[in-house]
């Protein structure tokens, strides 16, 4: 058996199987448990006074994101960089993209040009899927369409985890509140929450749950064999009750065809994550957010920034779990054979 990363780790690595991380639909809560540990590695790499290691030595990370991001493309890029790998990063907007270039066609070239692991980002649902199909090496998923985003659901619960006492969620009540209809946090933590037993309550506008009732039903119905069930409610009140973690997400106005809100200020009034709301919970609980955080529309600021508040915790943690799962698909774990790359 080889280790993650030195004698003073026992990490079974060689658990991973996985070519590329499109979704985590496919991904087993063992498997998900390997990424936390590994994480835990990647943190520990991360408070050394040097927090660079040549694991990735000499390997290429290629970034290609065509919708806008910060956090995501950032932390996946000082991720890479952390673990030795050569980073580039495509711009679409001033790439052979606007010229007509299809994701096809572009996957192609990157590959000719020498990309060996591709994180990308696509407007469209299933986008990575065609990429994989085509690239020789590794694809990342850095958020497709309303369908997944299975780095953030996993630095999500890397968090709930380091912050909740025992680091277990069996049980513990999840809150997701916002516009779940277009998120693919919310479609990604739905997996990785239920797979880690936490009863997780979804809350929003009506309109902005659109089909998540059937969804929750097939779920009750055992039709995902190891997942637990989980709540739909336009009732924050019972959402937010005793909640041991209460999450925000944003009103993606951009996804959003007209009608789904009344208005922005209506939607405040009725969900925003205030005090007094969040007050609802239990007197430990965290406030969580994805980001970008809209302040004053999902999240009021003084919550936002609150000793309750770890959002910050999610982006600095986005790093560690990225290199642990650079780490992973790379299959860095299989050349290492107690050579200890970290
Ligand atoms: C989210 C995304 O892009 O899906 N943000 C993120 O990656 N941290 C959520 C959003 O855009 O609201």
């Known amino acids: 058996m080889t280790t993650v990363a030195s004698a003073q780790t026992d990490i079974p690595a060689t658990a991973w199987h996985h070519r590329h991380l499109i979704d985590l639909d496919v991904v087993s ?23 660079k290691v040549p694991a990735l030595n000499g390997r290429r990370v290629t970034t ?29 907007a001033t790439s052979s993209v606007t010229k007509g270039e299809s994701l096809v066609d572009t996957v192609r070239t990157l590959e000719a040009l020498g990309a ?17 199909e085509v690239f020789g090496g590794h694809v990342l998923n850095g958020g497709d369409g309303w369908h997944a985003h299975p780095t953030q659901a996993l630095l999500d619960l890397y968090t709930m985890r380091e912050n909740l006492p025992g680091g277990d969620l069996r049980g513990r009540k999840v809150a997701i509140v ?22 997780l309550w979804l809350c929003g506008p009506a309109t902005l749950l659109r089909g998540m009732d059937r969804w929750a039903t097939a779920w009750s119905g055992g039709a995902i064999p190891g997942h637990g069930r989980f709540n739909v409610t336009s009732d924050i009140e019972a959402a937010l009750h005793d909640a041991d973690v209460v999450m925000g997400l944003r009103i993606q106005r951009e996804r959003m065809q007209g009608g789904l809100l009344p208005s922005l200020r209506e939607y405040a009034a009725r969900f925003q994550l205030n005090a007094e709301r969040v007050s609802l919970a239990k007197p430990g609980a965290i406030v969580m957010h994805p980001g970008p955080m809209n302040e004053g529309v999902e999240i009021a600021p003084d919550v936002a920034i609150s000793g309750r508040s770890v959002i910050t915790d999610q982006v600095a943690n986005g790093v560690a779990v990225r290199m642990a799962l650079l780490y992973l698909l790379a299959g860095a774990h299989e050349a290492a054979h107690g050579e200890t790359p970290l």
Not at 70 to 75: D, E, G
Not at 116 to 132: C, F, K, Q, T
Not at 178 to 199: F, M, Y
């Open 64 to 92: 290609l994101f065509y919708e806008a991001s910060t956090r995501t493309r950032v932390s996946f890029e000082t991720a890479a960089r952390n673990l030795s790998a050569d980073v580039v990063s495509v711009a679409p």
């Open 29 to 51: 809560w063992p498997e998900i448990d390997l990424i936390m540990r590994t994480t835990d590695e990647m943190k520990g790499i991360l408070a050394r006074p040097i927090r």
């Open 116 to 132: 060996e692991i591709l994180v990308m980002r696509h407007s469209v649902s299933g986008a990575p899927y065609l990429a994989a």
């Open 178 to 199: 916002g516009d779940i209809l277009h998120s693919r946090v919310a479609r990604s933590n739905i997996w990785s929450l239920t797979a880690a037993g936490a009863d």
